[in-house]
């Protein structure tokens, strides 16, 4: 967590409990809007699945960019990585229940964004100078 942020909402006088949960709150919205982070969520939704068969699902990832997203999942104790004793060594990846209530809360807004869609591309279109709003 970035201690700087910390001691500058304590010294404005954020109480220091108040001050670690902005923090928090704060590091995990920019992990959440992580396009990566949504597309991992969402397919492991879907049960456990080793690194090759979740790299093929996930459209355009890199091998780096998904490792370093499964890793910080993992971390923060979003994602379970499971390593079996096998010839060929054999890791899965899956959801933990904090992982799953996550992706609840992502199914949620997918469907928010799907009933809204037309006003949302209609407020697009005006604001960009397409519709009568921008004239």
């Keep these: 967590m970035d ?3 910390r001691s500058r ?3 404005a ?4 409990e108040c001050a670690s949960t902005i923090e928090l709150v704060r590091d995990l919205l920019a992990r959440m809007g992580d ?3 949504v597309l991992v969520v969402t397919t492991l ?3 456990p699945l080793r690194f090759t068969a979740l790299h093929e699902r996930i459209a355009g990832v890199s091998q780096r960019m998904l490792s370093r997203t499964l890793r910080a999942l993992t971390r923060d104790g979003l994602v379970t990585r499971t390593a079996y004793a096998e010839v060929p060594p054999r890791v899965e990846y899956e ?7 996550l992706n609840d809360t992502v199914t949620h807004v997918v469907h928010w964004v799907r009933e809204h869609r037309t006003e949302i591309v209609r407020n697009r279109d005006a604001f960009d100078g397409d519709g009568p709003a921008a004239r």
């Design 3 to 5: 201690s700087e942020l």
């Design 9 to 11: 909402l304590v010294a």
């Design 13 to 16: 006088g954020v109480a220091p």
């Design 35 to 37: 396009k990566w982070t």
């Design 45 to 47: 939704a879907e049960g």
């Design 95 to 101: 959801l933990t229940p904090l992982g799953r209530s």
